[in-house]
């Protein structure tokens, strides 16, 4: 059986993806990995993320400022609650398409295992959604390892 050392947890910030940090830490203890939590926030397609966003008494910044640091508060919030994980645990946002970011970053981190959540769409939202955890299991390097969660709706 391959060692684990490293295991890469790809989430979509939605009430889940707890789930599947929790589940990821209890791997990493048996294995004594680290693990790294990772969100990327993709920019719309119909606006440029150097958008100005201003309202009256705000310094104006860009869309992909203001969605990255509040992705940040959110993920730290997520990966903070509960009780201390036992391993190292670290979190980063990336910027850009979900799928091809998340393996690029399994890649270059040497990650040795993918633990992400699914939710199991099926056909028009999965059409027009897409579905990440399937292209990440599709090209990845690395063993990926899917949970299931229920229907819930990303914040």
């Not at 890649?107 to 990440?136: N, W, Y």
Request: with cysteine; aromatic share 4%; hydrophobic share 45%.
């Amino acid at each position: 059986m391959a060692t684990v050392s490293r295991i890469l947890v790809p989430v979509d910030l939605s009430d889940g993806s707890r789930e599947v940090i929790d589940y990821a830490v209890k791997l990493a203890r048996s294995f004594k990995a680290s693990v790294e939590v990772v969100h990327a926030w993709e920019p719309p397609q119909y606006v440029a993320p150097d958008l100005l966003v201003a309202a009256p008494g705000w310094n104006s910044q860009s869309l992909e400022h203001v969605a990255v640091e509040t992705a940040t508060k959110e993920l730290t919030a997520q990966v903070n609650q509960g009780e201390p994980p036992g391993v190292p645990l670290s979190q980063k946002i990336v910027v850009g398409e979900a799928a091809t970011t998340i393996l690029d970053l399994a890649e270059q981190d040497q990650c040795d295992l993918i633990v992400m959540g699914t939710h199991g769409r099926r056909g028009l939202p999965r059409l027009l959604l897409g579905s990440v955890a399937q292209k990440v299991v599709a090209r990845a390097s690395c063993p990926v390892l899917t949970i299931h969660l229920s229907e819930q709706k990303p914040r």
